[in-house]
T-cell receptor
């Protein structure tokens, strides 16, 4: 149980285009989902917290207009990288929290974004 | 010495030996700690967790030790196997926020 999927697993796009990444909890409902970014040989950095039915909360230094997050249902959150540039190339990972009151996060397999 | 940022600290261990991976966490108010394993190109995989009211927890071949006095967490892997080769991250949960702060990570290399 507690499986999280991401789609696509990897994407290559041209500079200036927008890319949407989906995060789904497959066998449970997730009130809260998280989006992380990971550069090569570095740790995971939290970008934003996504709560179903409300606006996402962004971490300091993360541009909310560039990284649009939508959490329209209890099983789906999307991250849209708008007007992507080469410096946005990274590994984007989502996680989902099982139920209210539980801290454990279950992570998706990640999406590799390459902006040319 | 070890450096972070461009280079992950690396621990090389002979197959069959025990591994100890260390982590210093930052927030004394954190109340929940987790170890994750990450293989190349994949998402983090849960290994074991521990709450702040405990100082030791054991799983299958793994043990986590928590020292709140010095804000230190360690992961012990018994009889290390080639499949254990990966990057290991500790994470701390900030009490009341459900947000994780990840440590810098350690690459474990298992030598045959």
């Amino acid at each position: 149980g507690a499986v999280v999927s991401q789609h696509p697993s990897r994407v290559i796009c041209k500079s200036g285009t927008s890319v949407k990444i989906e995060c789904r909890s497959l066998d449970f409902q997730a009130t809260t989902m998280f989006w992380y970014r990971q550069f090569p040989k570095q740790s995971l950095m939290l970008m934003a917290t996504s709560n179903e039915g409300s606006k996402a909360t962004y971490e300091q230094g993360v541009e909310k207009d560039k990284f649009l997050i939508n959490h329209a249902s209890l099983t789906l959150s999307t991250l849209t990288v708008t007007s992507a540039h080469p410096e946005d190339s990274s590994f984007y990972i989502c996680s989902a929290r099982l139920t209210s009151g539980q801290e454990t996060q279950y992570f998706g397999p990640g999406t590799r974004l390459l902006v040319l | 010495g070890e450096s972070v940022g461009l280079h992950l600290p690396t621990l090389s261990v002979q197959e069959g030996d025990n591994s100890i991976i260390n982590c210093a966490y930052s927030n004394s108010a954190s109340d929940y700690f987790i170890w994750y394993k990450q293989e190349s190109g994949k998402g983090p995989q849960f290994i074991i967790d521990i709450r702040s009211n405990m100082d030791k927890r054991q799983g299958q071949r793994v043990t986590v030790l928590l020292n709140k006095t010095v804000k230190h967490l360690s992961l012990q892997i018994a009889a290390t196997q080639p499949g254990d080769s990966a990057v290991y991250f500790c994470a701390e949960n900030m009490k009341g926020t459900y947000k994780y702060i990840f440590g810098t990570g350690t690459r474990l290399k298992v030598l045959a």
